[in-house]
């Protein structure tokens, strides 16, 4: 469902993403992980078009970004690390107005708000200002949105940042439906006990270049770990040994995310 083939990302003379290889099938969930810097939001931003990679291609579903970037943005539903709502429209209107740009047709538009907002126990508050809402009720909001135009990729940066133990099991109960259902998500997250619990799979990003990819247990076979925390550690230290770079730091320059 997301294929990424030779993608480098270059800013000036500063190499953001290293030649990456990536393939991401429907039903699963994928776990992008790496320290601050590493690359993540970078490639985040190109698989949902909002950079353009400066080598290479994505293919979203089978969609080149670059030769049809309108029909790949159809097919993914993204969640940037800090969303943007509009706190004086309430739920309905702000999900009329994200349907809108989509092109999905107003009843449709009806249709699918209300189970959404059903689905994440917004129903009850869809009438009121955006403004009025919790951080954990404005993250549902958010995937609702995502989710409206029915898009087969979900690309998430860091869905947990400010939720509480309830929250974060719900999206995490979420994501995992998604899969079920199948989609493809791909999720960028720092917490790796979220990754090891959530994810069909794992990469790892240091300095802009995948260090290791697998499954969760592939990952703690490989690394001797008792978890993926051990092996993250393992892992991104001997490669800031092996490359003579810091786990984080100057990497966070220029945008690297």
């Given at each position: ?40 939001t970078?490639?985040?931003?190109m ?17 080149d ?8 943005k ?6 940037p ?10 739920a ?21 708000s209300?189970?959404?907002l ?33 898009p ?13 133990p ?38 790892i ?17 490989g ?13 991104t ?21």
């Open positions: 469902m997301i294929r990424v083939e030779g993608v480098e990302k270059w800013y000036g003379s500063f190499q953001a993403v290293h030649r990456l290889d990536l393939h991401v099938p429907a039903g699963q969930v994928f776990g992008f992980l790496g320290p601050n810097g590493a690359g993540k970078t490639t985040i931003r698989l949902s078009g909002v950079l353009l990679p400066t080598t290479g291609r994505i293919l979203i579903g089978g969609v970004i670059q030769q049809d970037p309108v029909g790949s159809r097919m993914v539903g993204y969640i690390d800090r969303p943007y709502l509009y706190d004086k429209l309430t309905r209107e702000f999900l009329r107005f994200v349907g809108g740009m989509y092109g999905v047709p107003p009843d449709q538009v009806e249709a699918r209300e189970r959404l059903e689905e994440h126990d917004l129903s009850h508050r869809a009438d009121e200002l955006v403004e009025a809402y919790s951080h954990g009720m404005k993250q549902r909001l958010v995937l609702s949105a995502a989710l409206l135009h029915e087969p990729v979900l690309i998430v940066d860091e869905p947990m940042v400010g939720l509480d309830h929250g974060a099991r719900r999206i995490k109960d979420r994501f995992r439906q998604l899969a079920r259902e199948g989609r493809a998500v791909f999720m960028s997250t720092h917490s790796l006990d979220v990754a090891q619990e959530v994810c069909d799979r794992v990469g990003l240091y300095g802009g270049r995948l260090v290791a990819l697998g499954t969760v247990e592939e990952l703690l076979q690394a001797q770990g008792r978890d993926l925390e051990e092996v993250f550690m393992t892992i230290e001997e490669e800031s040994q092996a490359r003579g770079l810091p786990l984080t730091g100057p990497q966070n320059l220029r945008g690297a995310g």
